[in-house]
Structures are given as structure tokens and as C-alpha cells.
């Protein structure tokens, strides 16, 4: 949704994948029919990024990255911590997030300043029952985006998304949750402050 969004608002999108190959393939056939040019990079945020894969990141003079990277929502059994559980969640929204904005960073350099969303959970607001790990993870990564924002003096997003209607949410929390279209517009008309008829590189991740 937000790669359809950046490519309407004239943005020169780079969607990436981890094994979602066909879906982002008919994303990019769906944006070819429109008349829009969307690249495609498979890429896995749990593992280290190739020397080739690198050298395809910097290339792209990315200006705004936007991390969807997720595993599968997991509630712990009975309310008992697991450190497995909470070590699969870093993977995705510390480590595989830090590395990944350190590996976009030196592109940034030759264009402007990197904006990054990072998007973190309402959880950590009101955290509900058998999440602790999933909170603490989201919440280790809000950490790690002050840090990185500070050391690397890039701009992070780190708005606490409420519940939305997306299939893996539907599928975990019960309950409907808003419409996703207008809370994600909204972020990212906030992160394109001055977007005007000229393309923008940016990198959307799933």
C-alpha cells in the first residue's frame, strides 16, 4: 500500500521482498499497467546482506526507507517469557532494522538527508496479555531509532501504529482495527513535507 502511494506521489519506488516474490511482482505488474516503473530486491533482513546486494542498495541514492520487515506475531504460551520468541522478534525490529539503515546510509550522502519510517505499536501504550515479547522487542527498537537518529543524524519515524486491518493483524488480534489506507497517507504526507511533481528515490520493504 505504501509503495502505491510514494509511486502516485511521483516517488521512484524499490519495493523488497523476503519471500514474497509473486506478490511483489504483481504489485510491479500492477504499477507497469499504470504507467509507473517500480524495481524489485529480494532481500532478507535476517540475514547478512551480500556484497552484490550492497552495492545494489547504494546505488539506488535512496532518500527515505520504509521498514515493514515482519515475522509471523507470535503470543508466548500461558504469559511465560520465551527467549526464542523475543529473540526471533530482535531479528526482525532491532538487529535486521539497525543493519540495514547503516547498510542504506552511505548512499544517502550523495542525495539528502535519509528519512526513515520505522513503525512501532500502540501495544507499548496499553500492552495486552502473551505479547511481552513482541513489546519489548518494538520497544528495544524505539531505543535503537533515538540512537541511530542521534549518531547517524538521520530523521526516524517511529509512529505507535493502532491496530489495522491487515491479514496477519486479522489474523492475531481478533478484533477489527482501522482502515490502514488513511493512517498510512497520513504518515507519509509527514515524511514528504516538501514533495512537489519530481521523483524521489525511496525503498519500501515488506
Not at 7 to 16: C, D, E, I, K
Not at 97 to 111: G, I, N, S
Request: with cysteine; charged share 20%; glycine share 6%.
Amino acid at each position: 500500500m505504501v509503495a502505491k502511494i510514494l509511486m502516485a506521489g511521483g516517488a521512484q519506488v524499490t519495493l523488497t521482498y523476503a519471500n514474497g516474490r509473486e506478490d511483489a511482482q504483481r504489485i510491479q505488474k500492477e504499477a507497469g499497467l499504470l504507467g509507473f516503473t517500480v524495481g524489485l530486491l529480494q532481500l532478507d533482513v535476517c540475514l547478512p546482506l551480500p556484497d552484490a546486494l550492497m552495492a545494489e542498495l547504494h546505488a539506488l541514492e535512496t532518500t527515505h526507507l520504509y521498514y515493514f520487515a515482519t515475522p509471523q506475531i507470535a503470543k508466548s504460551v500461558d504469559g511465560a517469557w520465551s527467549i526464542p520468541l523475543f529473540d526471533n522478534f530482535c531479528k526482525f525490529y532491532l538487529h535486521g532494522f539497525v543493519e540495514l539503515v547503516r547498510a542504506v546510509l552511505p548512499a544517502h550522502a550523495r542525495t539528502s538527508r535519509l528519512t526513515v519510517l520505522y513503525p512501532s505499536t500502540v501495544f507499548l501504550d496499553e500492552p495486552p496479555k502473551g505479547f511481552t515479547e513482541y513489546c519489548a522487542a518494538k520497544a528495544a527498537g524505539e531505543t535503537a531509532c533515538a540512537h541511530l537518529a542521534k549518531d547517524l543524524r538521520i530523521a526516524i519515524y517511529k509512529p505507535r501504529l493502532p491496530r489495522l486491518q491487515t491479514d496477519q493483524n486479522n489474523s492475531f488480534l481478533g478484533a477489527a482495527g482501522e482502515a490502514p489506507l488513511p493512517v498510512m497517507l497520513a504518515i507519509v504526507r509527514d515524511m514528504h513535507p516538501q514533495a512537489d511533481d519530481s521523483a524521489r528515490p525511496a525503498l519500501a520493504g515488506e
